[in-house]
C-alpha cells in the first residue's frame, strides 16, 4: 500500500472518530451548570404552598435542591373533592419522574398526569422556593 493511501485512511479514521464523539448523548443541563461559576441556589430542602383554581385549591411542596439540581420532591395531595383528589394524587406520582435529577431552572411543568390545575399550583410553589433558595452574590 502507498504513503498516500495509508496517509488517507489515517485522516479517515481520525474524522470518523472525531464525528463519533461529537455524537456522544450530553446533559441537558450541563451547559446550563457550565455558564455558573458556581450555583444559583444554597443547597437545602425548601418547602413552600402552591395555590390554584378557582375554590382555591393547594398543596404543599417541599424540594430537596443540591447544585442547582432537585434531588427529591414531596407533595401534598390535601383536596377534599373527590374528582380534585384524584387529580392531585395522580399529579403527585408522575411529578417525581418528570423533576428529579434536572436543573431547578430547567422545570416547566404545564401539564403531568391530566392536570393542568395542579400544574400551576406546583409552579407556584417552585417560584417560592427558588426566592428562598437563590444565592445572592453577598451569599459568596
Known sequence: MSSAIRAGAAVGVALLGATLTSCAASDPDSGRRAERSESSYRDGEYTATGWYGSLPSHHDVTLTIRN?????????????????????????????????????????????????????????????????????????
Open 68 to 140: 442547582d439540581t432537585v434531588q427529591s420532591v414531596r407533595i401534598t395531595t390535601p383536596a377534599e373533592d373527590p374528582t380534585s383528589l384524584e387529580h392531585q394524587q395522580r399529579f403527585a406520582q408522575a411529578l417525581p419522574d418528570a423533576i428529579v435529577g434536572r436543573d431547578v431552572d430547567a422545570l416547566d411543568i404545564d401539564r403531568l398526569a391530566g392536570a393542568s390545575g395542579c400544574s400551576e399550583g406546583f409552579m407556584n410553589a417552585l417560584e417560592q422556593i427558588k426566592s428562598a433558595a437563590f444565592r445572592s452574590p453577598a451569599d459568596s
